[in-house]
């Protein structure tokens, strides 16, 4: 059983990194039993104190983020509080956000075997539980590879196999279907559903519930670090979407019931080269040889926003870094405007933002990052792009202070900001809420009337409908 009793927390410092919500995830006097076995979904607008509770529920608050912390957490009778972090271990698994986070290995057969190797279980067992878990997810592909080659989808599987391994009694998941797949969101919701028959206790904090909503036994609903509403399972089964809306949340409908949009079928498209970015014979080859992307030809249309989509692990991400002239070894030409451009010539008409954005974040404040993103510096304009995306009020922060989705929305200024006509955006929406996604969509919307050609890698079925003119699935033009 979980317990957490009238608990309030306060991060030491709101700047701080260790604050990973929107605001600064405080929780106040804040009360939630869990009984063994039960499964809860824990969801709310960014920074409403999901992910707090679960640092509190694992041991991670005290014991690395440090706050004012009051009031009790008990998990199964250990006071996780005072507890040393390796004993709560033998009892609670967590997800994080970020996979990444939590790999302490650089191939992924030793990272399934870890944490069973650290509790030092004999080497047989710990075999035995890999190959089981393995074959029960089918990860067999993903066996013996490098952790720093997967895309994100894959890491996050490496990150729940690891969970089932330990099988320990309680699993914490935060944000588990950030980057995947509408087929690894299916393959996880299945092992979600396995882990609650075998008794598990499960705490998932989530923006995107539709794949949750028939499994969780009752939903948490947070807002401003207090339960806004608790709903029961006859209570989740009455709601209405519009309802939901109002809190600041997601469908709970896993069918929006999207129209795909081939570019190879469309007239508009073939009988206009004008209107089309053209993609001529790109290539892209790992160091191993293995061959990423092979598109002979491929036309996005121009002045509309694209959604481009497929499974995890199939070239997306490679596709946009190479597109804009990141991919040193790819090949290729784009057509654009009436003129071809390659690699190095690309860089300087295209602007990227990263699925992973810790990756393009430079300077020493928010507004300096919006700056340097500029043709020429403007400070009026740059505080005006930070306000449409709710970040005015941290101009003066450090980029890396930021939460997850701050940072999302940063990269995204810095976009705007770019003043470039053709701006790629991988997974933009990853771990926001409802009102933030919206948010995002209209600022695509707002760049498309501007002129700007807009390419959209995402899993976001809710983004796609709130946005997108068109969806490209990448499997239908990739001949590997």
């Given at each position: 059983?979980?317990?957490?009793?009238?608990?309030?927390?306060?991060?030491?410092?709101?700047?701080?990194?260790?604050?990973?919500?929107?605001?600064?995830?405080?929780?106040?006097?804040?009360?939630?039993?869990?009984?063994?076995?039960?499964?809860?979904?824990?969801?709310?607008?960014?920074?409403?104190?999901?992910?707090?509770?679960?640092?509190?529920?694992?041991?991670?608050?005290?014991?690395?983020?440090?706050?004012?912390?009051?009031?009790?957490?008990?998990?199964?009778?250990?006071?996780?509080?005072?507890?040393?972090?390796?004993?709560?271990?033998?009892?609670?698994?967590?997800?994080?956000?970020?996979?990444?986070?939590?790999?302490?290995?650089?191939?992924?057969?030793?990272?399934?075997?870890?944490?069973?190797?650290?509790?030092?279980?004999?080497?047989?067992?710990?075999?035995?539980?890999?190959?089981?878990?393995?074959?029960?997810?089918?990860?067999?592909?993903?066996?013996?590879?490098?952790?720093?080659?997967?895309?994100g989808g894959q890491k996050q599987k490496i990150a729940c196999a690891s969970v089932a391994v330990t099988q320990n009694s309680v699993i914490?998941?935060?944000?588990?279907?950030?980057?995947?797949?509408?087929?690894?969101?299916?393959?996880?919701?299945?092992?979600?559903?396995?882990?609650?028959?075998?008794?598990?206790?499960?705490?998932?904090?989530?923006?995107?519930?539709?794949?949750?909503?028939?499994?969780?036994?009752?939903?948490?609903?947070?807002?401003?670090?207090?339960?806004?509403?608790?709903?029961?399972?006859?209570?989740?089964?009455?709601?209405?979407?519009?309802?939901?809306?109002?809190?600041?949340?997601?469908?709970?409908?896993?069918?929006?019931?999207?129209?795909?949009?081939?570019?190879?079928?469309?007239?508009?498209?073939?009988?206009?080269?004008?209107?089309?970015?053209?993609?001529?014979?790109?290539?892209?080859?790992?160091?191993?040889?293995?061959?990423?992307?092979?598109?002979?030809?491929?036309?996005?249309?121009?002045?509309?926003?694209?959604?481009?989509?497929?499974?995890?692990?199939?070239?997306?991400?490679?596709?946009?870094?190479?597109?804009?002239?990141?991919?040193?070894?790819?090949?290729?030409?784009?057509?654009?405007?009436?003129?071809?451009?390659?690699?190095?010539?690309?860089?300087?008409?295209?602007?990227?933002?990263?699925?992973?954005?810790?990756?393009?974040?430079?300077?020493?404040?928010?507004?300096?990052?919006?700056?340097?993103?500029?043709?020429?510096?403007?400070?009026?304009?740059?505080?005006?792009?930070?306000?449409?995306?709710?970040?005015?009020?941290?101009?003066?922060?450090?980029?890396?202070?930021?939460?997850?989705?701050?940072?999302?929305?940063?990269?995204?200024?810095?976009?705007?900001a770019s003043g470039r006509n053709i701006l790629l955006f991988d997974e933009p929406t990853s771990g926001l809420d409802y009102s933030h996604?919206?948010?995002?969509?209209?600022?695509?919307?707002?760049?498309?009337?501007?002129?700007?050609?807009?390419?959209?890698?995402?899993?976001?079925?809710?983004?796609?409908?709130?946005?997108?003119?068109?969806?490209?699935?990448?499997?239908?033009?990739?001949?590997?």
């Amino acid at each position: 059983m979980i317990e957490l009793k009238n608990v309030d927390f306060k991060y030491l410092s709101s700047d701080s990194a260790a604050c990973a919500e929107e605001s600064d995830g405080s929780l106040k006097n804040l009360s939630l039993s869990v009984a063994d076995g039960e499964f809860i979904l824990l969801t709310g607008a960014s920074g409403c104190g999901k992910t707090t509770i679960l640092r509190l529920v694992n041991g991670l608050i005290p014991n690395f983020y440090e706050g004012r912390l009051s009031g009790s957490v008990n998990v199964n009778g250990l006071d996780v509080s005072h507890a040393e972090l390796y004993d709560t271990a033998k009892i609670v698994s967590t997800v994080f956000q970020n996979p990444r986070s939590q790999f302490f290995n650089v191939d992924t057969t030793s990272e399934l075997a870890f944490a069973c190797e650290n509790r030092g279980m004999p080497e047989n067992e710990i075999l035995g539980r890999v190959k089981s878990v393995v074959k029960e997810l089918k990860m067999e592909a993903l066996l013996n590879r490098s952790l720093f080659q997967l895309s994100g989808g894959q890491k996050q599987k490496i990150a729940c196999a690891s969970v089932a391994v330990t099988q320990n009694s309680v699993i914490l998941l935060d944000e588990p279907s950030a980057n995947l797949d509408t087929k690894t969101i299916v393959e996880l919701r299945s092992l979600l559903a396995k882990w609650k028959s075998e008794g598990k206790t499960i705490l998932v904090a989530e923006h995107r519930i539709s794949y949750l909503w028939d499994l969780a036994d009752r939903t948490v609903i947070l807002k401003d670090g207090e339960i806004l509403q608790e709903l029961s399972r006859a209570q989740m089964d009455a709601v209405k979407e519009e309802d939901l809306h109002e809190m600041g949340l997601r469908s709970h409908k896993a069918d929006f019931g999207v129209q795909g949009f081939n570019a190879q079928e469309s007239h508009f498209l073939g009988d206009e080269e004008k209107s089309a970015l053209v993609i001529k014979n790109f290539r892209y080859k790992y160091k191993n040889g293995f061959l990423a992307l092979n598109i002979p030809l491929m036309k996005i249309p121009e002045n509309k926003i694209t959604a481009l989509t497929g499974s995890n692990g199939e070239g997306k991400t490679t596709f946009l870094n190479c597109l804009c002239g990141l991919g040193r070894r790819s090949k290729g030409i784009l057509e654009f405007n009436g003129k071809s451009y390659r690699r190095r010539q690309r860089q300087k008409q295209i602007f990227l933002v990263m699925q992973d954005v810790n990756h393009q974040l430079f300077t020493e404040s928010v507004l300096d990052e919006v700056l340097i993103s500029q043709k020429e510096e403007n400070e009026e304009e740059a505080l005006r792009i930070l306000r449409t995306l709710d970040l005015g009020d941290f101009a003066d922060r450090h980029p890396m202070s930021l939460s997850g989705g701050q940072k999302q929305r940063l990269a995204v200024a810095c976009a705007v900001a770019s003043g470039r006509n053709i701006l790629l955006f991988d997974e933009p929406t990853s771990g926001l809420d409802y009102s933030h996604m919206l948010q995002i969509a209209s600022i695509l919307r707002e760049l498309k009337e501007l002129g700007k050609t807009i390419i959209v890698v995402t899993h976001d079925r809710e983004l796609i409908k709130a946005a997108c003119d068109y969806e490209l699935a990448l499997a239908d033009f990739n001949q590997k």
